[in-house]
């Protein structure tokens, strides 16, 4: 892989964030081929380039929309912008496309709710000669797409590797720093979008930016102690893809996750609040997040109040909040 500049890459995945990608990849000087699975909006876009879903925005003339797996997948490297439920299924048809030692740029922001896995895990069990990259951090799609400054972090577990692939698809606007780090950069990801959902819950039940606050400082120990028993780093947790991200998603109406935790804040179940927002991870990793951070004993009452709130148990939300209310305050 020579992750020069003017590469071939491919971005599987023509939902929100896939094409987002898509148009910072053109910007950076790659050409893209942008794979969705559905023939027919994938035709559309190529003849139309217009993608009302991020504001009517123009696809550059290097992005080339296709349905063909196989044409998306003859790239220097790849870009998966799937959901995390649906990872390892598009892994696994990846499996013979895929060129050995091919890096793999993983955007989505979750754990395998059956086998409580970790994104770069799904990798090394599906296509184990792949080379599995973590990209995440505060950027929401219609921001990267418009081209916005913007900051992510891609993590790697070789070093060298990582930082060529940040200076191929990175650019100006679009910063990408570089780490090691993969579990804590996955976790980051992952963990702040459960977290996001109760700081929509708080919002949309009235109460004020004090409790949000709150709870979104409280959020971060939480995401901190998971971070650190599973495997990642402080600094790492600490920085774009674990606080940068929980900043931005816990904060605004514009996070599918927070606005998912707005419409159960103000009543809606949760079939409802998913027609109502769409994709909102937190709610499939809400569960296995918990069960995990039980298992390992790692305390996570607000990640736990969201399990239960969107679980099977589907616990009330006066219940749960009573509950966090009566943990005995302790050192901080
Ligand atoms: N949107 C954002 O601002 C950001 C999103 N992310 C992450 O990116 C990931 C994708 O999110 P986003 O693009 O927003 O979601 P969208 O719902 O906009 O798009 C998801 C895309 O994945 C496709 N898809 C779903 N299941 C499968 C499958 N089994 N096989 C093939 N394709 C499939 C969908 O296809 P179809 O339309 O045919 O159903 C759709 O095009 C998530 O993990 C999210 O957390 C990360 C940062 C920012
Ligand atoms: O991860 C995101 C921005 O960094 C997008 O958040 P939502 O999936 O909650 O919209």
């Known amino acids: 892989m020579s992750a020069a500049r003017g590469a071939v890459v491919?971005?599987?995945?023509?939902?929100?964030?896939?094409?987002?990608?898509?148009?910072?990849?053109?910007?950076?000087?790659?050409?893209?081929?942008?794979?969705?699975?559905?023939?027919?909006?994938?035709?559309?876009?190529?003849?139309?380039?217009?993608?009302?879903?991020?504001?009517?925005?123009?696809?550059?003339?290097?992005?080339?929309?296709?349905?063909?797996?196989?044409e998306a997948a003859a790239a220097e490297a790849l870009v998966l912008a799937v959901p995390t439920q649906?990872?390892?299924?598009?892994?696994l048809q990846l499996g013979g496309l895929a060129a050995p030692d091919m890096p793999l740029i993983l955007a989505a922001k979750g754990i395998e709710r059956r086998s409580g896995g970790f994104v770069s895990d799904i990798v090394r069990e599906t296509l184990p000669s792949c080379v599995p990259a973590v990209l995440s951090g505060p950027g929401f799609a219609?921001?990267?797409?418009?081209?916005?400054?913007?900051?992510l972090t891609l993590a790697c577990a070789d070093g060298a590797l990582g930082a060529a692939l940040a200076r191929m698809i990175g650019s100006p606007a679009f910063r990408l720093y570089h780490t090691t780090d993969l579990r804590g950069v996955e976790i980051g990801g992952a963990a702040k979008n459960?977290?996001?959902?109760?700081?929509?819950?708080?919002?949309g039940r009235g109460f004020g930016e004090s409790t949000v606050a709150a709870l979104l400082a409280r959020s971060f120990a939480e995401l901190t102690r998971f971070g650190l028993a599973f495997g990642g780093r402080a600094e790492t947790l600490a920085g774009l893809s674990g606080l940068g991200d929980l900043i931005l998603t816990g904060t605004s109406s514009r996070s599918r996750n927070r606005r998912f935790g707005e419409e159960l804040g103000r009543g809606a179940g949760v079939e409802t609040a998913i027609a109502e927002v769409g994709l909102a991870e937190g709610v499939w990793t809400a569960p296995i997040l918990a069960r995990m951070a039980a298992e390992k004993g790692v305390d996570m009452p607000v990640a736990?109040?969201?399990a239960d709130l969107v679980g099977e148990a589907r616990v009330g939300i006066d219940a749960v909040i009573e509950r966090l209310l009566a943990r005995p305050p302790r050192a901080e």
């Open 304 to 306: 736990a109040a969201v």
């Open 10 to 70: 491919g971005v599987i995945g023509a939902g929100a964030f896939g094409t987002a990608l898509a148009c910072a990849l053109a910007r950076a000087g790659c050409a893209v081929r942008l794979w969705g699975r559905d023939a027919a909006h994938m035709a559309e876009l190529a003849q139309e380039r217009r993608v009302p879903r991020l504001g009517g925005l123009i696809l550059a003339e290097t992005i080339r929309p296709t349905a063909d797996l196989r």
């Open 142 to 151: 219609a921001d990267i797409a418009r081209g916005f400054p913007t900051a």
């Open 194 to 203: 459960v977290l996001a959902i109760a700081a929509g819950v708080a919002a």
């Open 86 to 91: 649906a990872l390892r299924d598009v892994c």
